[in-house]
């Protein structure tokens, strides 16, 4: 199974809105509405911040949105704050019934 | 609130095996709403998931790892496990249990494993 793609990098202001893609396949992302998204800082466990696509965890600030369309998975972030800046993982549910991840995204916040 | 623990060696050496218990507290793993997770990240890199299990003992593996691992559930103990034979450098990482929803993964604070002679 191929890894999700992501842009490696992303950055923007603080304030400013970014979205970062997810694109896979009709086998995965495009078939299932089974994507979810990670925020990881250095040296701690990724945490989830959209699951089902666009459904929030309790705690999770409304900044954070999700959404499909097709193939491809997006993330967005409104509002930009200093403590966004982390890298950012999607997942998706595969029609082998596994699981698989994008190989991630670094956000900088300028 | 669940919390999940890993726990294991921290080195192993190249050709053997790799064993690490979860230990979930704060919730039953008989649940039939979860199934239980293990997730490795290499350093530097994006995280895999290595395989699924629910606590009947269903279990769902990465195709790439197959042969090489096998998870397993001690209900009685509320805990699962992972077992990877003929390791090899390249399955350094942190390795990660978690319970799963749907896409909902909620993650354990992870253990580093390195594999070195």
């Known amino acids: 199974q191929s890894a999700l793609t992501q842009p490696a990098s992303v950055s923007g202001s603080p304030g400013q809105s970014i979205t970062i893609s997810c694109t896979g396949t009709?086998?995965?992302?495009?078939?299932?509405?089974?994507v979810s998204w990670y925020q990881q800082h250095p040296g701690k466990a990724p945490k989830l911040m959209i699951y089902?696509?666009?459904n929030r965890p309790s705690g999770v600030s409304n900044r954070f949105s999700g959404s499909k369309s097709g193939n491809t998975a997006s993330l967005t972030i409104s509002g930009l704050q200093a403590e966004d800046e982390a890298d950012y993982y999607c997942?998706?549910?595969?029609?082998?019934?596994?699981?698989?991840f994008g190989g991630g995204t670094k956000l900088t916040v300028l | 609130q669940v919390q999940l623990q890993e726990s294991g060696p921290g080195l192993v050496k190249p050709s053997e095996t790799l064993s690490l218990i979860c230990s979930v507290s704060?919730?039953?793993?008989?649940?039939?709403?979860?199934?239980w997770a293990w997730i490795r990240q290499p350093p530097g890199k994006g995280p895999e998931w290595i395989g699924s299990?629910?606590?009947?003992?269903?279990?769902y593996y990465n195709p790439s790892l197959k042969s090489q691992v096998t998870i397993s559930v001690d209900t009685s103990k509320n805990q699962f496990s992972l077992r990877m034979n003929s390791v090899t450098a390249a399955d350094t990482a942190v390795y990660y249990c978690?319970?799963?929803?749907?896409?909902?993964?909620?993650w354990g604070q992870g253990t580093l494993v390195t594999v070195s002679s």
């Open positions: 704060g919730g039953s793993i008989r649940s039939t709403s979860y199934y």
């Open positions: 978690a319970r799963t929803s749907g896409s909902n993964f909620y």
């Open positions: 997942s998706s549910f595969t029609s082998s019934t596994t699981w698989v």
């Open positions: 089902d696509v666009s």
């Open positions: 299990i629910y606590y009947s003992g269903s279990t």
């Open positions: 009709s086998s995965d992302v495009g078939g299932y509405n089974y």
